[in-house]
């Protein structure tokens, strides 16, 4: 873009530019891949604020001393690779202040090449997000927090309940009864909403492992029919299995099962008693299963589709009281398809009922290639 005549001559134009880096908030900082290591030859004033850092102690050096001897970071290697491609990168660092404590770094790296397309400079615009990854911090802590102590105090509770309401603890009057059963399906609920959120917890903060097992795709259904027969018959509603492979898949089997749990409580939730939901399970190609779960309820409306799997939704807040969901269930389903390396999906329409499915990579890792 030629800016000469909106800004006068070159001297101005170069002064406009030099002013406005100077006074960025951001970090800024220039390095030179011509030189042997690609050390800095600029930096704002912001960089050197937050760094801590006079100018003269950084200008020459490669950047990587702001990680001290923290450098066995994923990022790295996405940076040395941008770099290598020269391509743009955004990725968050730990880094170190003079005084030696830490610092997140939202780091933004971007080739600066010239007229021939010849690479000349790097440009790096830092940020310090210290102050977002420690409230996000003391968020997940709250949860867990939150959660752990529900739990144990919840699961006593559950449990009592579970012993009045199936006659262990003797004869109760059908008026208790109702009562106790309503308890108890109100406990499980909370149970299920404690789950959700600290399965949720896990997957956001990554350290949500996949156990993968080879499983036949047929004992995976009767495994999930059997778990959600009882919720089907309550509901009138029939469960119709399709298995159309007996190859053997890889994946975690109780991870599946709990996506699939999901998928089918939501459509006997949302199915007009008398009705069918089928649960299919078929291969898409040589490493691909894909398990669907066809009903024939309402649909969903286009607009709410979109909707669906982000966390805390539910298409209409009247839905959370007549199924009792928690809003985290599909937004927990998509996070373990896609740790699968899989996709998850619907198809529906107002009064033509809904399939949810989700493809999984089920190929054993040493088998690639
Ligand atoms: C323009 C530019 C700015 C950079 N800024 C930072 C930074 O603020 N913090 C950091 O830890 N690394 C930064 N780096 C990355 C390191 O210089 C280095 O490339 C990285 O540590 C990976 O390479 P290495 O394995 O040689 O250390 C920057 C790199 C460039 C080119």
């Known amino acids: 873009m030629d800016t000469s005549h909106n800004y006068g001559g070159e001297d101005e134009q170069l002064l406009f530019f030099k002013r406005a880096v100077e006074a960025a908030r951001n970090g800024i900082c220039i390095t030179n891949p011509r030189m042997a290591d690609n050390p800095i030859v600029y930096v704002n004033d912001a960089f050197l604020e937050f760094t801590g850092y006079k100018c003269e102690q950084v200008l020459g050096r490669n950047c990587r001393f702001l990680q001290r001897d923290d450098r066995d970071q994923f990022a790295l290697e996405s940076i040395r690779e941008a770099l290598r491609l020269e391509t743009s990168i955004?990725?968050?660092?730990?880094?170190?202040?003079?005084?030696?404590?830490?610092?997140?770094?939202?780091?933004?790296?971007?080739?600066?090449?010239?007229?021939?397309?010849?690479?000349?400079?790097?440009?790096?615009?830092?940020?310090?997000?210290?102050?977002?990854?420690?409230?996000?911090?003391?968020?997940?802590?709250?949860?867990?927090?939150?959660?752990?102590?529900?739990?144990?105090?919840?699961?006593?509770?559950?449990?009592?309940?579970?012993?009045?309401?199936?006659?262990?603890?003797?004869?109760?009057?059908?008026?208790?009864?109702?009562?106790?059963?309503?308890?108890?399906?109100?406990?499980?609920?909370?149970?299920?909403?404690?789950?959700?959120?600290?399965?949720?917890?896990?997957?956001?903060?990554?350290?949500?492992?996949?156990?993968?097992t080879y499983a036949c795709p047929e004992a995976i259904l009767d495994r999930l029919i059997t778990s959600v027969q009882p919720l089907s018959n309550s509901a009138r509603v029939q469960l119709l299995k399709e298995v159309q492979t007996n190859s053997e898949v890889y994946l975690d089997v109780d991870r599946t099962l709990q996506i699939l749990t999901n998928l089918v409580d939501n459509a006997i939730k949302f199915s007009p008693a008398d009705n069918i939901v089928t649960i299919r399970v078929e291969l898409r190609n040589a490493d691909t299963v894909r398990f669907s779960v066809v009903d024939k309820g309402p649909g969903i409306p286009k607009d709410q589709i979109t909707k669906l799997f982000k966390v805390f939704q539910q298409l209409d807040s009247s839905d959370s009281r007549r199924t009792g969901g928690t809003g985290l269930g599909l937004s927990i389903s998509r996070s373990l398809v896609e740790l699968h390396g899989g996709q998850i999906g619907v198809e529906s329409g107002i009064g033509k009922g809904s399939m949810f499915w989700f493809e999984i990579y089920s190929k054993f890792e040493s088998e690639v290639n």
Do not use: C
Request: hydrophobic letters at 40%; glycine letters at 4%.
């Open 90 to 212: 955004t990725t968050v660092l730990r880094n170190y202040r003079r005084d030696g404590s830490l610092f997140w770094n939202e780091l933004t790296l971007s080739p600066v090449h010239d007229q021939s397309g010849r690479l000349i400079n790097f440009v790096g615009v830092q940020n310090d997000i210290s102050a977002r990854k420690d409230a996000e911090k003391r968020v997940s802590e709250f949860y867990s927090v939150i959660s752990h102590e529900l739990r144990t105090p919840l699961t006593s509770i559950n449990s009592a309940l579970s012993v009045i309401a199936d006659g262990s603890a003797g004869k109760t009057n059908a008026q208790v009864m109702r009562m106790v059963e309503i308890a108890l399906e109100n406990s499980e609920r909370l149970v299920r909403l404690i789950s959700d959120i600290l399965d949720w917890k896990k997957i956001e903060s990554g350290k949500f492992k996949l156990n993968k």
